[in-house]
């Protein structure tokens, strides 16, 4: 039996503990340390993670929103968590440098791909200004905004992706700015095209290589290398480019070789036979007259989002530390081995510096239970057999027969659908025969949930009778990973930890797909399909928590169902604060207006249409005056309005 599947888990509330809220949900060990909870069983964030002195509860910080009326869903970044995270990777490879006596220095990269918001961007900048921390573009619209953001002229802008000439002359234009604009060829025709705009204009460019590894990454992005990989120059590209280079008195512009072996690894067997590979490279390259000064891993640190700390796609077997040491040391040896210069290090980790700083937030509005809907099953005269024969079942059920009335009452069941369609079984007797057949569905499960041996039949059951709880949010504007490549993303309620949770589920979300749910969970012993959640409670909000969500959730979304961007709130830590933070800024999330607005309808025009109608039916006489003014007046409130369901919403507990 997986962990966690059924309906209900215990009811024993005294003996429960944090701890064993941990065992559950696994802060401890997705978290990085930054995530605890308080006596108050709320979920905390540790801006320190080496130290408990100051703690930010997320259920105040919710607390407070409301006091805002900001509604949910809503984004909560935590950017102590951001800026943290910048300093221990540059730490970490300073570090590793020190203490290996590296001749070169580590001089990083966030490819902003990853997350382009402005204010992460600026907050990654701002963290990263002592080390020198520059920024990554794969796209035009990316170079535009490095441009206005990166004016360290130490740090790097490395400029990958596919480029047409707007894209190169905005390079040139960089480098006219005294700025260390990098550009990256990844196919022989750019360096043509870089070639002649360079001349044009008479700017000596930056240049950079990408090489065509063919060591493979580890995880589903592992085709990003390798013969078929989509960027990269061949061993023969790479020394054409070198003599068209020199051919053309540029040879000393070439400073930088680049690979790349995919995002997310998991295996630190890759990183080490990627950088190897990648090494002897620059070795050769750099006795064939290259000067080349910045050696680029690329990116492909991974985070744990399940905390197992193993080469599943959702995990990864190795530290920060240990990266930045595989990767040092790795470079040293086989520079020391060849007789060149220890190159600067540049690594283009997005992923590890943003998944943690971001969360969403969503209101639970209610529960889909099918082995909880109340109706009458009693006995009445003339009932069809298969009615009586499903009721004998339930009466007859026990411990010690419970797997042979668990296979009648299935076939019992497509018996009675049989017969429905057939006309001979009334809709009130199917109801019945269902309603029965859930009963002992929910009955089998508590008699066997606790047994050491569990029959394999019993599986699927548990499953079965899961409920789930309804969700304020869109997966597919959230989660989207968590729909499209079954990426695992932690979720955990963030109150009431201190409490046993009483029932197990999967969660749907309010969109109108079925595909709008998600239904994988860390578990203690692997993946589950359910979560242990709380009891829903009439007249009490239960929130939930999606975490890991700041690296590519944030800007991944669609326009699915109209639902838009999420409100979002940027929180810092504050000592000095009796709640040990402060909400710096409040994005509001779209509005109805804004996502009609950019799939091209015209509320102005929309409005309107529905006022001539409604002042249509006041001429009518069938809405009187007032009654048409307010109805235009709801309908153009609705316009301005959050597109996720409103706080207000009445949520029936069944």
């Known amino acids: 039996m997986e962990n966690g599947a059924g309906t209900e888990v215990s009811s024993d509330l005294k003996k429960w503990t944090t701890q064993e809220a941990d065992s559950i949900y696994g802060h401890s060990r997705w978290g ?32 407070e929103m409301k006091a805002q009326k900001l509604a949910f869903p809503a984004v909560i970044r935590f950017h102590d968590i951001l800026r943290s995270q910048v300093k221990n990777l540059n730490r970490a490879f300073r570090e590793v440098i020190e203490e290996a006596e590296y001749e070169g220095r580590y001089i990083g990269v966030y490819p902003i791909k990853v997350n382009q918001l402005r204010e992460v961007v600026e907050e990654v900048v701002d963290a990263g200004s002592p080390y020198d921390f520059g920024l990554e573009a794969g796209s035009k619209p990316e170079l535009l905004a490095v441009m206005a953001l990166n004016t360290n002229h130490q740090a790097l802008t490395i400029l990958n992706g596919y480029k047409d000439e707007d ?68 061993m023969a590209e790479i020394i054409n480019v070198v003599n068209t280079l020199k051919a053309e008195g540029l040879g000393d512009c070439l400073k930088l070789f680049h690979f790349h072996i995919g995002s997310q690894i998991s295996n630190i067997r890759a990183v080490k036979d990627a950088v190897n590979e990648g090494v002897r490279i620059y070795s050769e390259l750099y006795k064939m007259g290259i000067p080349f000064e910045y050696f680029d891993v690329g990116g492909g640190l ?119 369609q057939l006309g001979v079984l009334s809709l009130e007797e199917r109801a019945k025969v269902e309603t029965l057949y859930w009963q002992i569905a929910k009955k ?19 499953d079965l009778i899961s409920s789930q709880y309804l969700c304020n949010f869109s997966v ?52 589950c399909k359910t979560i242990p959640l709380h009891d829903l409670k009439d007249g009490e909000d239960y929130y939930l928590g999606i975490f890991m969500t700041g690296a590519y959730q944030d800007v991944m979304g669609d326009m699915h169902n109209l639902f838009g961007r999420l409100n979002e709130v940027h929180v810092f830590a504050d000592d000095d604060d009796p709640t040990d933070f402060y909400i710096e800024e409040t994005i509001r999330g779209s509005s109805s207006r804004q996502v009609l607005s950019t ?56």
């Open 476 to 527: 597919f504007q959230s989660a989207a990973d968590s729909w499209a490549i079954r990426q695992l993303l932690p979720v955990m309620p963030v109150h009431r930890l201190d409490e046993k949770p009483l029932s197990s589920s999967a969660l749907a979300d309010i969109t109108c797909d079925s595909d709008g749910k998600i239904d994988q969970f860390i578990g203690a012993d692997g993946i």
């Open 32 to 63: 990085e340390g930054f995530f605890d909870i308080n006596d108050k069983g709320h979920l905390v964030v540790l801006p320190n993670k080496n130290s408990k002195d100051i703690q930010i509860d997320v259920y105040e910080v919710i607390e």
């Open 599 to 654: 799939m091209q309808y015209n509320p102005d025009f929309m409005a309107a249409t529905v006022k001539r109608s409604i002042d249509g039916q006041v001429k009518r006489g069938k809405v009187t005056p007032r009654q048409g003014v307010k109805l235009v007046d709801f309908y153009e409130e609705c316009l301005d309005s959050y597109t996720y369901l409103s706080m207000q919403y009445n949520r029936q507990n069944p």
């Open 167 to 234: 894209y190169m002359r905005l390079a040139l234009l960089g480098r006219q700015l005294d700025r260390s604009m990098i550009v990256v060829i990844e196919k022989t025709s750019e360096l043509h095209t870089l070639l002649r705009l360079s001349k044009e204009m008479g700017v000596r460019p930056l240049i950079g290589i990408r090489g065509k590894m063919s060591i493979k990454g580890f995880g589903k992005w592992e085709n990003s290398s390798g013969d078929r990989a989509k960027f990269g120059l061949t």
């Open 302 to 420: 991974g985070v744990d989002y399940d905390g197992s700390n193993s080469t599943s796609i959702s995990s990864k077997n190795y530290s920060m530390t240990e990266y930045a040491s595989d990767i040092v040391y790795g470079v040293k040896q086989v520079c020391d081995l060849a007789g060149v210069p220890h190159p600067n290090i540049v690594s283009e980790s997005g992923r590890a510096i943003t998944a943690h700083h971001s969360c969403v937030i969503t209101n639970v509005i209610g529960k889909i239970d099918p082995a909880n809907v109340a109706f009458s099953t009693r006995k009445v005269t003339g009932e069809h057999v298969l009615v009586a024969n499903m009721r004998d079942l339930d009466e007859y059920l026990s411990e010690k027969n419970m797997q042979e009335v668990w296979n009648d009452a299935s076939k019992l069941k497509d018996d009675c659908l049989n017969a429905f």
């Open 444 to 462: 089998i499960y508590l008699l066997a949930k606790d047994k050491e041996q569990i029959p394999e039949i019993f599986s699927s059951l548990f």
